[in-house]
């Protein structure tokens, strides 16, 4: 069995955004030279998420919306008692476990065996600064 690891960094400008990473994965699987496998994307800080989705930015635009009905932005201690830790960023942890942790994806002939319209996605809901994704792609 062969296996690669890498790890993407990933610095969003603004709070919550989402950043196509399919092809950052596609050229680590191509690299590792694996042809029949899986390949695990996940985001490494309780703040990101990775997810399969459309490519479509009415579709992000949507998932932006309502990602905030659900848990929005408020800095304040009296909205979310993780604020009372002196941290301002409750919000970004109840989107991320919306959004979830990692993707599994299946390899086959050396590619990433998606359905229709499937993508990988980055998605930042405290940003402003350096985050980690991992990679690790294992197989035959």
Same mark, same amino acid.
């Not at 950043?19 to 309780?46: D, F, K, W």
């Given at each position: 069995?062969?296996? %690669?690891?890498?790890?993407?960094?990933?610095?969003?400008? =603004?709070?919550? !955004?989402?950043?196509?990473?399919?092809?950052?994965?596609?050229?680590?699987? %191509? =690299?590792? $030279?694996? =042809?029949?496998?899986?390949?695990?994307?996940?985001?490494?800080?309780?703040?990101?998420?990775?997810?399969?989705?459309?490519?479509?930015?009415?579709?992000?635009? *949507?998932?932006?919306?309502?990602?905030?009905?659900?848990?929005?932005?408020?800095?304040?201690?009296? %909205?979310?008692?993780?604020?009372?830790?002196?941290?301002?960023?409750?919000?970004?942890?109840?989107?991320?476990?919306?959004? !979830?942790?990692?993707?599994?994806?299946?390899?086959?002939?050396?590619?990433?065996?998606?359905?229709?319209?499937? =993508?990988?996605?980055? !998605?930042?809901? *405290? !940003?402003? %600064?350096?985050?980690?994704?991992?990679?690790?792609?294992? $197989?035959?």
């Amino acid at each position: 069995m062969k296996s %690669r690891t890498e790890y993407l960094t990933f610095h969003l400008p =603004q709070r919550m !955004g989402f950043l196509n990473i399919t092809p950052q994965v596609e050229e680590i699987v %191509r =690299q590792s $030279g694996v =042809q029949e496998g899986l390949v695990l994307v996940n985001a490494m800080h309780i703040t990101a998420s990775v997810f399969i989705n459309d490519d479509e930015p009415g579709l992000h635009e *949507d998932y932006q919306r309502w990602l905030e009905q659900l848990a929005p932005f408020d800095a304040s201690p009296q %909205r979310y008692a993780h604020n009372r830790t002196g941290e301002d960023n409750a919000d970004a942890h109840m989107k991320r476990q919306v959004m !979830g942790r990692e993707v599994v994806v299946a390899m086959t002939a050396g590619k990433l065996d998606f359905g229709p319209w499937e =993508q990988i996605f980055y !998605g930042e809901f *405290d !940003g402003r %600064r350096d985050k980690r994704v991992l990679v690790k792609v294992i $197989g035959e």
